[in-house]
């Protein structure tokens, strides 16, 4: 009795020094299993050959599992209704006036309700928490059987009973970093079931078959719980604003083109070529300009040698031009392609209007 008060207090203090709750909000569901470890029970014994005392009854560690529906409410403390089950089988009894063998399992079922405390320690990862709960458990011995080593006497109980029931709760969630609202648990449960409960069967030994029972104490029940829980109001986390389309560099400004035509065998401008000329070169004020090409060249009459030259003749014919409409001359690139590079195909000695230009190149 005073270990589980202790217990008990441990758990009632623990809330007020918490720094901080972490709050679940709403609804959550939770189960886990684990590790039954049954603190061996007293019990009164009723039959012949028994007699009618003490006696205790020795378990093995067995297993435990439970399923929790409960709800937060924002600050820190959540409420929940858990059903649990508990197993572990008899090794013998203890106390009796001789010997025993004794075999069966003794089953725990129940359903409590919970309040428990979470707490924020400043580390993001864990949450500890503290609880207490209170509510019903029946017990089965379930083909449970004790004999005398070596003697007449022995006893067979399968039966159920039911008490009240009280329990401690010290455990911590760890979160799941990619799923909000998922976290796995782990905690340590004492549970007391009052005691009281009734368990009755057959002797034998003596007379023949008679009544026996058992009259259980206080079960005392240290469990840990591995678990997992999932709260359904996590607000999940506001996605990465996403990256800035990257802004294309603007494309470099299309080269613009003006041809000026001349008359046959000529290098001289016409006002219609000046007018062309002007134009380009008010154009290039406005634009952001690397260099102006200016290229020259002529149709297929006359010989390369002489078309070559007259070429160049043109082209520079318009730089002079293009200067004097105010490029800089230091942006003029001037070449002379003679009778290639036409803008009509045609056969050699032919004088075609067409081929006869300059070309402004504004890049």
């Known amino acids: 009795m005073r270990f589980r008060g202790a217990i008990l207090a441990t758990a009632l203090l623990a809330a007020p020094v918490a720094a901080m709750a972490q709050p679940i909000t709403g609804m959550y569901i939770g189960a886990g299993a684990g590790l039954h470890a049954p603190q061996d029970p007293k019990a009164t014994a009723y039959g012949p050959g028994f007699g009618t005392g003490q006696v205790g009854l020795n378990e093995d560690f067995g297993f435990n599992s439970n399923l929790a529906v409960g ?38 079922w129940g359903v409590m309700a919970n309040a428990i405390y979470d707490m924020d320690v400043g580390v993001p990862w864990i949450y500890p928490y503290v609880g207490v709960g209170a509510g019903y458990q029946w017990t089965k011995l379930n083909s449970v059987t004790s004999a005398q080593v070596g003697g007449p006497f022995g006893a067979a109980i399968d039966s159920q009973s039911g008490a009240f029931a009280g329990q401690a709760i010290v455990g911590a969630s760890f979160p799941v970093p990619r799923v909000p609202g998922l976290s796995v648990t782990a905690d340590y449960r004492f549970m007391d079931i009052l005691g009281g409960e009734k368990f009755t069967g057959q002797s034998t030994g003596g007379a ?17 719980v591995i678990g997992v829980r999932y709260a359904f109001n996590v607000p999940r986390p506001a996605a990465a604003p996403m990256a800035p ?32 000329v002007k134009e380009a070169a008010d154009n290039s004020t406005r634009v952001q300009v690397t260099r102006i090409e200016v290229n020259g060249y002529t149709d297929t009459s006359g010989k390369s040698e002489y078309n070559q030259a007259l070429s160049v003749r043109r082209a520079k014919a318009v730089a002079g031009e293009l200067v004097h409409d105010g490029v800089p001359e230091s942006a003029i690139n001037i070449q002379g392609f003679g009778d290639t590079h036409l803008l009509v195909a ?18």
Not at 250 to 263: C, E, G, I, K, T
Not at 350 to 356: F, I
């Open 71 to 108: 709800y937060g409410i924002g600050n820190g403390f959540r409420f929940e209704i858990e059903g649990d089950i508990m197993r572990s089988d008899l090794r013998h009894l203890t106390g009796t006036p001789f010997p025993t063998a004794s075999s069966g399992a003794i089953r725990t």
């Open 346 to 363: 045609t056969g050699p000695g032919v004088r075609e209007p067409q081929n006869r230009r300059v070309e402004i190149i504004i890049r």
């Open 208 to 224: 023949g078959l008679e009544p026996a029972m058992l009259k259980m104490h206080n079960q005392f029940n240290h469990d840990v």
């Open 245 to 276: 389309a990257p802004v294309a560099a603007p494309a470099p400004a299309p080269a613009r083109s003006y041809l000026v035509f001349f008359d046959w065998d000529k290098a001289d401008l016409t006002d219609r070529a000046k007018s062309i």
